[in-house]
């Protein structure tokens, strides 16, 4: 069994000197979104009693970008000894090859009805919020991830989630 550490681990290797949209190493912006994601599925855990793992919540969300943005596969992963539910997880939340509106990638998402995806995706688009990763020619960004939250925040407590 993967812990948190081989998920960081996994991560660090994978997105070796990749920066984010801040310019910052891309592991700041994963490790910011672990840490909420660890947040958010403590809460469903332990407040809502929702079956979720926080700890594979958290290895999720340090692996969310890995299929997107380096060579690594699915496969890698499953050769790492990560639980099927993790890499389904961190399949879900990849960007599909074809282009696809963002919309429509979170339509996609909130359709699969995955919680844990849920919770990762919106600590990431939470992240993607912050005024250092949007560049102040880009209003439009912060327009299109806050409506994105507010739909995942409702498919989230659809599924019984009462966290923020």
Known sequence: MTTIFD????????HAGQLDKSGEPCMRHLERVAN?????????????????????????????DVLEDTPRTAADLRAAGFAPDIVRTVTILTKPQSRTAYSERITTL????????????MSDTEDNL??????PSAP?????????FARLRAAAAASGYTGR
Do not use: C, N, W
Request: aromatic share 6%.
């Open 130 to 135: 912050s005024p250092a990763r949007i560049p």
């Open 140 to 148: 439009f960004l912060r327009e299109r991830y806050t409506l994105a």
């Open 36 to 64: 909420a994601a660890l947040a958010r599925a403590g809460h469903a855990r332990l407040v809502d009693g929702l079956d979720i793992d926080p700890m594979q919540i958290m290895q999720a969300a340090l692996l969310h």
């Open 110 to 121: 909130i359709e699969t009805g995955d919680l844990a995806a849920f919770l990762v995706k």
């Open 7 to 14: 998920a960081h681990t996994f991560a660090l290797t994978a």
